[in-house]
């Protein structure tokens, strides 16, 4: 039976989502590639046990992911009951829906009808009463947007969810969700959106500046640009990298000599630091106190451990803030 480490609130940093009571874990951990099917079992307990141990509270999954759809909810949903419920009350899990799941008109975007069952089957698959966060996962152009506002209502309404939270809104639509949210009187705490020292969309797009303004908290995923943002291919494409073993979301021709040497001047920089890569990308979204959490992802429990390592410095000066920017422009 696993026990958890009596030192593991000691170090982490607990920041509010925005103007709101719940605090999550600086870092957090995304169950996104190496929880479905295809991983292996006995290192997803021990990511899980590691992530914990050292104060990660947050642990972060959607409707689809896996592979196959829904295998990293029921993986994670067995080590919840195996080793992780007696802490359940310490931890914050959430899920999302938006993305394809089924066939047919009711599979999919963000209906009341799609978002309340896929929701019941997220609940199923994790055997938890409620989820901690529940997301809409994208945004639907052909749904209005009281509908699926109004899901999410239901889902606290129901009990199945303490707090809601959106997916790759921008400022915008942000806003419209978050007035008709205020007016249904539901909790509406959190952002999740793509966001890394090479992708700032956050920044044009107003997500960012909005969700301040708004007091919302924002979750930043693949703040590492889906590995690039590492010492990982500097030295060439290793043969067991994400590039060579899934190729879905990273590509080879992502690997240009422009972004290569990018990467190179990144990476002396965050030397002159005192730290990695990879650190320095993590604190470097963290830097202004905007994002609440970085979602980091991992294949093994080192890498964990590595990058918990960016919450010892995320501050930067205004030379080196100007340098990334240098470095970066297009």
């Known amino acids: 039976m696993y026990t958890a480490s009596q030192t593991r609130y000691d170090s982490m940093p607990y920041p509010r989502c925005g103007a709101s009571g719940l605090r999550l874990s600086a870092v957090s951990l995304g169950l996104w590639h190496n929880f479905g099917d295809t991983g292996c079992y006995e290192t997803m307990r021990q990511m899980c046990f590691t992530a914990f141990d050292n104060g990660i509270t947050h642990f972060d999954l959607a409707n689809n992911y896996g592979p196959a759809d829904g295998s990293a909810e029921r993986n994670f949903g067995q080590i919840l009951k195996q080793d992780l419920m007696p802490y359940r009350d310490e931890m914050i899990i959430s899920t999302k829906a938006g993305y394809y799941m089924w066939p047919g008109p009711y599979g999919e975007w963000g209906s009341r009808k799609y978002l309340l069952a896929s929701l019941d089957q997220s609940l199923k698959r994790l055997g938890l009463e409620y989820v901690d966060i529940f997301y809409h996962h994208r945004p639907d152009p052909d749904t209005p947007l009281e509908e699926t506002m109004g899901a999410l209502a239901t889902a606290v309404q129901s009990g199945k969810a303490l707090y809601v939270g959106l997916s790759n809104y921008d400022g915008p639509r942000l806003e419209q969700a978050a007035a008709i949210l205020k007016e249904m009187r539901v909790p509406f705490v959190i952002n999740q959106n793509r966001y890394s020292i090479f992708d700032r969309t956050i920044e044009r797009n107003g997500l960012k500046d909005t969700a301040a303004r708004l007091g919302k908290g924002i979750i930043a995923f693949s703040p590492l640009a889906q590995g690039l943002l ?15 073993t899934d ?47 970085v979602l980091a992802g991992a294949s093994r429990p080192q890498q964990i451990l590595d990058n918990i390592k960016a919450v010892q410095n995320t501050t930067f000066t205004p030379e080196e803030l100007a340098q990334i920017d240098k470095i970066t422009a297009e």
Do not use: C, H
């Open 230 to 244: 590492t010492d990982r291919y500097l030295k060439g494409i290793p043969a067991d990298s994400r590039i060579r």
């Open 247 to 293: 190729g879905r979301f990273l590509k080879e021709n992502a690997l240009t000599e422009k972004r290569l040497n990018q990467i190179r001047a990144l990476n002396e920089l965050a030397a002159q630091r005192g730290q990695t890569l990879a650190e320095m990308a993590l604190s470097w979204v963290l830097r202004d106190g905007i994002v609440t959490s």
